[in-house]
């Protein structure tokens, strides 16, 4: 397996760890799943406690639109 830190939406957080929809369009869980499924990812992290949790302010976040992000452990399937 492959990880990367990526700048995950904080909006997009309770989807990607507990798959929790609320407050989301249909579109925007589209998007996140087209992406997660192009990019081969298993599993998003968060920061652990001893990390640094502070949100803040990304023009190029992992996906979307320039957005308050949250720095997140990416795992990658390879094949």
């Not at 397996?1 to 309770?14: Q, V």
């Not at 081969?40 to 639109?65: A, M, Q, R, T």
């Amino acid at each position: 397996m492959e990880t990367s830190i990526e700048r995950i939406p904080t909006y997009l957080l309770g989807y990607l760890v507990n798959g929790d929809m609320t407050g989301l369009t249909k579109q925007e869980i589209n998007n996140v799943e087209d992406l997660l499924r192009e990019q081969k990812v298993e599993l998003v992290c968060l920061p652990s406690s001893d990390e640094n949790w502070e949100p803040y302010f990304s023009s190029s976040p992992w996906i979307g639109l320039p957005t308050e992000v949250v720095d997140c452990t990416i795992v990658y399937r390879v094949t």
